[in-house]
């Protein structure tokens, strides 16, 4: 290719007007009738990213030159506009070229001979080199390692990379936020170790020129260790073959949507499957018991898979957690599930939740009825997790709870329904949530477990940040007694029960209410300082309905409790209560909901609650007649509903009773 490029446009004389204006003045002579002479670097190295623009100055007594380009590589320079040459005065000349960016791993190459016009005649000879800026990376894996090697360009020096578990939807913020840095000289090699088998990544790399990321030499990759030939990684089922399950098994492996399987089935039989359908059927004509592995990649463990007819007859234990990378466990209704083993190996140190998958609250292990213990070190590594909603409930079959089950736990949050309807749960050990101390919501903990018949002052002593205690005990009809300093531990506790006004439950109707200990049938005392340490108590709605064996209220029980609001069915149908301090509310000012407080109370005899207010009695019906001094009241409908042995029940408001 040849290109022209002239200097000036002509050899015209400038008017002295104009010479005034322009302070370079041109020569009128080709050349200074010297010998023509050039002077330019015979090799000129440039760098370029996307058609920059690069100077080249040389020196010359001619004006007019020609530049023949003899040779240059495809892509290397852009031709959309001519270079400009400029006269820079004092035999000082410049020629700028579009040169695009050379992002592979070759060098490219320009040459340029400089004539004077008219002459074939080289004048001089000069060399473009762009060195290579590309990098290519080439991956090994094994079951823990990625091995990385790195190929350069000779314009690269450095290269940023790292490795991430999740796409990146930013990479050069990732890399420039995350990156480690390699030197390289043509190539260079890194080895990427510690990491989960059968698991996908992606791999990030770009060149660094003096700290400055070049984003045109960015690559990425995604990359897979391989499965584990560790037998200890494998995940472990015995699975029952029977004719109640037409002797058809299915496993609850489950997998996020689009997300790359990598596993392998040995159902026990001599059968090995890759990445199939997680059912097999046995030719077996009789119930036959095997171990079924799976090897590799599963993150998620779901019953929802599985045909609802198979989860009372086919698996029988979890034989071996091994670690498969998981993020889910769902076994909800696996009622024939009678034994789970430890983790031993870090089964769980991905999960985040055993209670809430898919926006709905649903227990790892609820409603396995089955299920006789659970192992101690069971969440040894599930030190992330922070939610163990309804995780043990409806697993009617359990009888106890080990004391270090929860103990590396540390961050949960809460324990909601967490053993609900354990009905054959015999003991709670004292320090099963010590180590809890970030837990907030104690709600329906031990719900209904009816066999419980202690409880172990020491239980919440370390849980300073809970206060959610709605329901804890509810309905557990065999527990005897609340033992002194029981809530000690927990100032921050203000809700005790929850009524059809505070709950977020929708279509509950006016008279619903939940207590902390609602239905403890066989208690027949309250502490006296029970809620003396939980200043902020507020909603107490329901707190000691339906416990028949109560026969009285200690005195001060809220004294402490200056901002309560809701006692909304508190001591509903106690029917055995006989008497009630007349002080009872004396401290609780702020009190807007009396709804059923002492419904069906029969027993109940003597003077109904007042407080002295200048001299004179002032009973909870008799409140809306100070409204400087009370709140107004929202609702006190039946509050003293057939309590007709009070001294003042035919003084009390039609509305109250």
């Known amino acids: 290719m040849l290109l022209f490029l002239q200097v000036i446009s002509s050899c015209t004389t400038a008017s002295p007007e104009e010479e005034e204006d322009d302070q370079t003045s041109i020569p009128s002579l080709t050349w200074d009738g010297k010998d023509p002479w050039l002077k330019v670097p015979s090799e000129v190295d440039v760098v370029s990213f996307d058609a920059d623009e690069q100077l080249f100055e040389f020196e010359s007594n001619v004006l007019h030159l020609i530049i023949h380009q003899v040779d240059y590589q495809e892509g290397m320079l852009s031709f959309t506009n001519y270079p400009q040459v400029s006269y820079e005065g004092e035999n000082r000349q410049s020629v700028r070229y579009a040169v695009e960016g050379n992002y592979t791993l070759e060098d490219r190459r320009a040459e340029f001979d400089v004539c004077i016009q008219g002459e074939e005649q080289p004048l001089g000879h000069f060399v473009m080199n762009q060195k290579g800026m590309g990098i290519e990376i080439h991956c090994q894996s094994t079951s823990s390692s990625i091995s990385v090697d790195f190929n350069a360009g ?4 450095t290269i940023v990379y790292g490795l991430s578990a999740t796409e990146q939807s930013d990479p050069q913020n990732y890399l420039k936020a995350e ?3 390699i030197s390289v000289s043509g190539s260079s090699s890194v080895e990427l170790a510690g990491l989960d088998h059968s698991s996908g990544y992606f791999l990030y790399a770009a060149a660094l020129m003096d700290d400055w990321l070049v984003e045109q030499t960015l690559v990425e990759q995604k990359v897979s260790t391989t499965i584990s030939s560790n037998p200890k990684d494998d995940l472990v089922f015995t699975i ?8 058809t098994v299915h496993i609850p492996l489950s997998f996020q949507l689009g997300e790359d399987r990598n596993y392998t089935i040995d159902w026990g039989d001599g059968t090995v499957e890759t990445n199939g359908e997680p059912s097999h059927k046995y030719n077996v004509m009789e119930t036959t018991f095997f171990d079924v592995k799976v090897s590799g990649k599963v993150t998620g463990l779901d019953t929802d898979i599985m045909p609802s007819g198979s989860l009372n007859n086919t698996i029988f234990a979890v034989k071996q957690w091994g670690n498969t990378g998981l993020t889910k466990v769902q076994l909800c209704g696996l009622s024939s599930l009678e034994s789970i083993a430890s983790d031993t190996e870090g089964a769980f140190s991905k999960m985040l939740t055993f209670g809430s998958f898919d926006q709905f609250s649903i227990g790892s292990f609820e409603d396995c009825k089955s299920l006789k213990s659970i192992p101690a070190d069971l969440f040894k590594y599930a030190v992330n997790v922070t939610d163990f909603n309804r995780v043990f409930s409806g697993c009617t079959s359990l009888t106890s709870v080990p004391e270090e089950l929860f103990a590396t736990c540390t961050k949960a949050t809460t324990f909601h329904m967490a053993f609900f309807e354990c009905s054959s749960l015999e003991a709670i050990p004292a320090a099963l949530f010590a180590n809890n101390t970030a837990v907030r919501d104690f709600s329906y903990t031990f ?9 172990p002052a020491a239980l919440f002593l370390k849980n300073a940040q809970a206060y959610n205690f709605t329901g804890t005990f509810k309905g557990c009809s065999s527990l005897r007694s609340i033992p002194k300093g029981f809530l000690s531990g927990c100032p921050s ?13 929708s279509g509950l109707y006016v008279d619903y209410v939940c207590g902390m200990f609602e239905d403890c049938k066989s208690l027949t005392s309250i502490p006296d300082d029970l809620l003396s340490y939980c200043p902020d108590a507020m909603d107490v709605s329901g707190l000691f309905a339906g416990c028949s064996a109560l026969t009285s209220i200690p005195n001060g029980l809220f004294d402490a409790n200056t901002k309560l609001k809701y006692v909304q069915g508190a001591f509903q149908y106690c029917n055995g209560l006989e008497k009630v301090p007349v002080s009872l509310f004396d401290h609780n000012l702020k009190i807007v909901l009396f709804r059923n407080t002492f419904a069906g109370c029969v027993k109940l005899s003597g003077e109904s609650p007042y407080m002295m207010k200048n001299g004179k009695k002032v ?9 400087f001094d009370f709140p107004e009241i929202w609702d006190s409908t039946n509050c003293f509903e057939n309590c007709i042995r009070l001294t003042d ?3 009390i408001r039609g509305g109250w009773r």
């Not at 000779?154 to 020096?157: I, L, N, P, T, Y």
């Open 154 to 157: 000779r314009g690269v020096s």
């Open 179 to 181: 990156g480690k840095k």
């Open 240 to 247: 029952s073959a029977n004719p109640a399950n037409d002797f």
């Open 447 to 455: 719900s209904k477990c009816k066999s419980l018949q202690e409880l």
């Open 493 to 505: 506790a203000s809700v005790f029960g929850e009524n059809f006004r505070t709950s977020d439950l």
């Open 619 to 627: 009973h909870l019906y008799e409140r809306e007649d100070y409204k």
């Open 649 to 651: 029940y035919n003084e």
